[in-house]
């Protein structure tokens, strides 16, 4: 039988600009480990800001999103645009400020945000396709835009203004704890809070191994 | 009691030109899992080369060892001349290219590489006080180099030019699979191929959660 195929969508590398770090690589980790095919993406775009991860000052140099996520995955990558939902049995989107300020406007319009369009329409076409969908830490409110209206619940942890954001989407806010799931068995959709929530990379990783196991049992 | 304190070397964000990040990221899930503290460090230097990490090409940007590594850790690190020996209970260098490009010259220099000054002192003194030293994938080389001659034992997995430089340090190279770990206990050294000879960052984390363990156990 062939293994599924479940995609991994980046916005960068560095939680400040870019895909939260241990928040992709424990999703590629626990993933491998069950022994799926993973389909690594992330928009060819330049990102809206490069910030010093030490100052958490912005540099003014300019970066490419899928550059940039491409050293997380040891440079094998594919242009969001090049990825159809009939190739994936599921999908994944860690968090990372690069969530909420390259695939989307989220950090800057809320409720109102744009998102990347391959991502609106790769996203929507797997919901379609009643293939599962799982988010992490700010990327369920991506989820949440991108399907507004459609009565989705997700979780984001405890944070009120995302949770305020979502909840103007016309979905649903389930508040959770960093080791909880929320899945939302009608519409296939898998979320965490993650580093909304985690103090350390140990606590990230318990949720963040829940939410792949039940991705890929529903893909 | 307090906490064993492991510290963990960067040499910047991504396999072709700074820390390999998968090897990275496990050592601090690892470490974090068995509830140590982690002291995370970097020298304060540009980075040797800049690599497109989709095309394997120079970009000709210049970027900072520290900044870039600072990515891996949500920012919180410090430069390796800051830390002492006194600070750590053992130490771990993940690999990649920035081990054998910024860390030191063993990329074209081999057996004759320089090593950054603050990484080899600090490397001595915890040698010295017997404190554990782990290092994963290429970054054995840079151990062997900075112990010439005290006949230390120390895998890269099985690759035979690597092999060759460790013994022109006058050390001693023992081939070894990707899920093992080479543990010299007279000398406190343990180390792993990872990825010199894994093929999916699953079977990566076999050696590295392995090695993270005898680590600390020894610390």
């Not at 068995?185 to 963040?208: L, R």
Request: aromatic share 4%; proline share 2%; charged share 20%.
């Amino acid at each position: 039988m062939a293994k599924k195929r479940i995609g991994v969508v980046l916005s960068g590398c560095g939680v400040y600009d870019g895909s939260e770090v241990y928040e992709a690589v424990l999703t590629l980790f626990f993933l491998d480990r069950i022994g799926v095919d993973v389909v690594c993406m992330a928009p060819d775009i330049v990102q809206t800001r490069v910030i010093n991860h030490v100052t958490g000052q912005e540099t003014g140099e300019q970066r490419q999103v899928l550059l940039e996520s491409a050293r997380l995955t040891r440079g094998k990558i594919r242009a969001l645009n090049d990825v159809m939902a009939s190739d994936l049995d599921g999908i994944i989107l860690p968090g990372g400020f690069g969530a909420a300020h390259n695939l989307s406007s989220l950090a800057s319009d809320g409720a109102n945000a744009w998102v990347v369009p391959e991502l609106s329409s790769l996203l929507l076409a797997l919901y379609q396709a009643k293939k599962p969908i799982g988010a992490i830490c700010i990327a369920p409110a991506i989820i949440a835009r991108v399907l507004a209206d459609q009565g989705i619940t997700v979780t984001i942890g405890n944070d009120s203004a995302t949770a305020g954001v979502i909840g103007q989407t016309g979905n649903r806010h389930e508040t959770s704890r960093v080791d909880q799931v929320v899945i939302d068995e009608t519409h296939h959709i898998v979320t965490t809070a993650a580093y909304m929530c985690a103090t350390s990379i140990g606590e990230a990783g318990i949720g963040i191994e829940k939410l792949v196991k039940a991705v890929v049992e529903r893909a």
